[in-house]
Each structure stands twice: as C-alpha cells, then as structure tokens.
C-alpha cells in the first residue's frame, strides 16, 4: 500500500489520478490531498477518500471547507501547501499544480526525500539545473507524468543511454494543425480549448494550441534524460497513440502506444516498478491502423522555436519563457490578447529582461516578479 499526496486535486491530473485510486484501493491510500481554490471539488473528494491531511490555498475559502468536513487537519495558504509537501509519511507525492507557481512545491518535495510524481513541467522548465542537481544529491526519483516523458521513460527501461542517438516527441498538432497561418489572427478562444485528443484544462489546452507545451516539454526531456537539444526532434502525430519514440544507434526505435488516455501515464507514475490493469484501454486494431507522421511547421507554432532559442541559450531564458507564457495564456483566455500575440509576448519579455547565467531559486522568483510587471503593466489595463 502507498501513501499518495496530491497537490491539485481538483485539476484535470489530480481528479484523473484519484480515479486511479479508486480503481486500486489496495494499492493506494490519500494521505492528502490540495486545491488552489475550487473548495465544493475538495469537500466531495475528502468526503470519498478521507485522506489525513486537506490544504486549501485560497484562505477565504478555509471557513467553508472547514465547516463542511469532520477534521481537524486542515492545513490553509502557502504556508499549509509547504507543510504538506514535507510529510515525511508518504511514498510518492503528485505534483499537479498547472503553472510556474508549482517551482516551490518541486522543490520541497524533493528538499523532504520523497519521491516526486510530476505533472508540473514548468518546474523542470524554469528551474531544471536546480531540480535535477538537488534531485540528485538527496536520492530522490523523479516520475514524469506528461505522457509524452512517461512513453520515453518506459522505452528507457533497460538501455544505455549511450547508445540513444536521439528521441522524438510526438505532438497531435492540436485544433490548428491544418489551419492556414495567416488564419490565426482569426483564433477565438473556444476553438483553441476544443482539443481533438485530449482532455486537459484550459491553460495545458491552449498551451497544446499554441504548441507551446511542446515546447516545455523538449526542455523537460533535455533534463529529465539529460538529452542535449540537438538530439531532440519533434513531430506531427495527430492520433496521439505513439506518445513518443526513442531512436538507437543500430537504427532501431522504440516506441510506446496506447489509447490517448492521462490515466496511463499517471497510474504507472504511481505504481512503478509494478504495471497495474487498465480494464478500458486495450489494444483497438481500428484506432491503430493509421498512424500518421509529419514534420512541424515552425513558422506556424512559433512558441515551439521560442522554446529551442531558451535552452539553447540557457541562462535565464526558459525562466521568463515559462512565465511569460503563462501570463499571456492567461490574457487570451480573458480574451484581452489575440491568439498570435501569445509568442509575441512571450519572445518580448525574453529580449527585454536582464539575463542571468545561472540563476538561483531567488533570481527565479525575481524573474518571476519583472516579467509579471512587465506583462501587467503593458498588456492588463
């Protein structure tokens, strides 16, 4: 039996990844879980699970949440979220926070010894040289949960990484993969959250739209594998059931399918070593009998060429890459930008900051700070 935390609960990875619980109750016990802000969400799953710990972050929401469960471990704020992410009792921990706010939270986990299940890759992101140096040092496993670095994970297992020649992250394209470029000035907000393939939230959404979140997620790999960027290719896969392959010096590839489905990815994230069953994901010779290859077209999805440009320059770039796009995300969505100024701002605030070379978690936080002012200040009134 492990004990499991979740931080974001109530978000798309946490709700998925307490029904994997559900599925396997003699597996997995809650120890906690958190939420951001969504509190009638985190009453009806501490009702279900009862797991030892709650933490509300928005405190105006502690009363009610207080008020409508029987515990007495209610724990409020940041200073509750630290807490939980130092509780020394349990196995592996579910960092599913969506955004660069989820650094801290990483970086804790990993600081209190225990093993960290991670969803959030703006922590790798923003900070890779800190989490995987620290990672190291305290003997900590790191579990991706991104189904694209779970798939190059699983075909990992029981190679040399000498002898990778390269790896190849798969992306659907997302809604706009057919879609002439000078049409996406035209964008509207509901037709970037209406993904083809998969359901996620709305900022990993739109992140899938603009492609941006390949992006992070070839800077994961080059942390999490230690894969240097020019050994990474990305391609156009619109099924989604190859999640990614991994490419050997004798010629031969790797590569893992299924079902696009976040349970798979999350569940072995949790279980490893051990595979548990998936009763509705099974092996669908229609689903599988076209799977299309494409190369990605960079003057289309500029966030993906943003995001080689930050690690290849390394130093502060992928911080204010990763922050900057979130807030531009966020301005879409409220339908205060169009859809083709997310790059736009993004690769603004990365020409105009004062770059670090090797920026600590206090530079990151200060970063952090100027690109929220910068953005605020040009773009919010």
């Known amino acids: 039996m492990k004990n ?42 501490s009702r279900e699970f009862n797991p030892e710990y709650i933490c509300i972050y928005d405190k105006s929401k502690y009363d009610q949440l207080k008020n409508n469960i029987n ?89 040399e990484k000498k002898n990778i020649r390269k790896i190849i992250l798969t992306a659907s394209g997302g809604p706009f993969r057919s879609l002439e470029a000078h049409k996406f000035l035209d964008i509207t907000v509901k037709q970037a959250l209406n993904h083809p393939n998969w359901d996620m939230g709305p900022k990993i959404t739109i ?21 240097n960027a020019k050994n990474i290719e990305i391609v156009v896969h619109p099924q989604s059931i190859i999640h990614s392959m991994v490419e050997y010096i004798d010629g031969s590839i790797k590569a893992q399918l299924s079902n696009p489905d976040m349970r798979l990815p999350i569940q072995y994230a ?3 070593p051990d595979r548990y069953e998936l009763n509705n994901l099974k092996f669908d ?9 494409q190369p990605i077209n960079l003057n289309k999805f500029k966030c993906v060429k943003l995001a080689f440009d930050a690690i290849n320059s390394k130093k502060s770039y992928p911080v204010v890459l990763n922050v900057s796009n979130d807030l531009a ?53």
């Open 270 to 272: 949790l279980s490893y």
């Open 4 to 45: 499991i935390g979740i931080l974001g609960s109530t978000g798309s990875v946490g709700k998925q990844a307490l029904e994997v619980v559900r599925n396997h109750k003699d597996k997995f016990k809650i120890k906690f879980i958190a939420a951001r802000s969504s509190v009638d969400e985190l009453i009806k799953q």
């Open 71 to 159: 515990t007495e471990n209610i724990l409020v704020g940041h200073d509750g979220l630290m807490e939980l992410c130092q509780l020394s009792s349990t196995d592996v921990i579910l960092n599913a926070i969506v955004g660069y706010n989820g650094l801290e939270p990483t970086l804790k986990i990993i600081e209190s010894g225990i093993d960290i299940a991670l969803s959030n890759k703006e922590s790798i992101v923003q900070a890779g040289h800190l989490v995987i140096k620290l990672a190291k040092s305290k003997d900590v496993n790191i579990f991706p949960v991104d189904s694209e670095h779970s798939a190059l994970w699983q075909c990992m297992v029981g190679e």
């Open 285 to 293: 010779v229609e689903k599988f009998s076209k799977l299309d290859i």
């Open 329 to 381: 995300v966020e301005l879409f969505l409220k339908e205060k930008i169009s859809f083709t100024q997310i790059p736009e701002i993004i690769e603004e605030c990365m020409n105009n900051h004062n770059c670090i070379d090797s920026p600590t978690l206090s530079d990151i936080l200060s970063l952090t700070k100027w690109t929220e002012n910068y953005i605020n200040n040009k773009y919010s009134s």
């Open 207 to 227: 992140d899938s739209a603009t492609m941006m979140n390949k992006g992070f997620e070839m800077i994961e790999a080059y942390w999490l594998f230690n894969i």
